[in-house]
């Protein structure tokens, strides 16, 4: 039973960091202001707007700001339901006519993402609201919890696994097999620059990419704030013994 329970905490713990760190950096648009800069988004947008195919026209004359709204706003989109995705606009100039940002293609690629958003939420909190219950039972039974060391010794052979799954598969090949996995076959999820102004806003993939890497730092940081409360709680040194 102590096996199970112990077993239990550290999948709990990994589940919930990821979703703390998902709300966390829901506020900050997941860092796009900052991955602006630092992937060079302006000038990507320079180049492909003006090539785009869809009658999108002028998005390369949009200030910085309009587009970090336009982030933000699609944030917010997958975050509720997707949500005023297809109300989306732009202004060319100051006297231009507002244009719709997306294609039907693309509102309906997002409204999977966030019916996958949907999905893991309950998971999520069900991670969060279980950990603390069996916290709490594991201090009225006088269960002992993971420690910093075995947290951390976990933490880095599972990093140590993914990175090793990246450098033999490739992290766009995953990127590919989890969107074929996860989505449904009849929607497209593959955009070219030239046909859409949204993987031109995001610099996709790189901008998932980006936001992984940040998501997964903070998540690391979250589980071993978790890790550290376990070890204020627990009743005692960890046993190997059922």
């Known amino acids: 039973m102590r096996i199970l329970h112990y077993t239990l905490v550290i999948i709990c713990s990994f589940t919930a960091a990821l979703f703390l760190a998902w709300k966390l950096l829901q506020p900050f648009d997941y860092g796009y202001g900052f991955f602006y800069k630092q992937l ?75 019916r996958l958003v949907n999905f893991m939420m309950p998971i999520g909190w069900g991670a969060l609201a279980l950990w603390i219950i069996l916290l709490i039972v594991a201090r009225q039974a006088k269960w002992p919890l993971p420690t910093l060391g075995y947290s951390l010794m976990t933490l880095i052979i599972i990093a140590v696994l993914l990175m090793v799954i990246m450098v033999i598969i490739g992290p766009h090949e995953i990127f590919k097999a989890f969107h074929e996995l996860v989505f449904p076959d009849d929607h497209q999820w593959f955009f070219y620059y030239q046909d859409s102004l949204m993987t031109t806003l995001m610099k996709a993939p790189d ?16 589980y071993l704030v978790l890790a550290a409360i376990m070890k204020i709680i627990s009743p005692g040194p960890i046993r190997y013994h059922p």
Request: proline share 2%; glycine share 6%.
């Open 40 to 114: 060079n988004i302006a000038d990507h947008i320079a180049t492909f707007a003006p090539q785009n195919r869809q009658g999108k026209t002028g998005f390369e004359h949009t200030t910085e700001e309009a587009r970090h709204r336009l982030f933000g706003e699609i944030c917010v989109a997958i975050n509720n339901d997707g949500r005023g995705l297809r109300e989306l606009n732009y202004l060319a100039s100051a006297n231009a006519r507002p244009q719709i940002l997306l294609t039907d293609a693309e509102a309906v690629h997002l409204e999977d993402v966030s």
């Open 207 to 222: 901008i998932f990419f980006a936001i992984a890497a940040l998501w997964a730092a903070v998540a690391t940081v979250v």
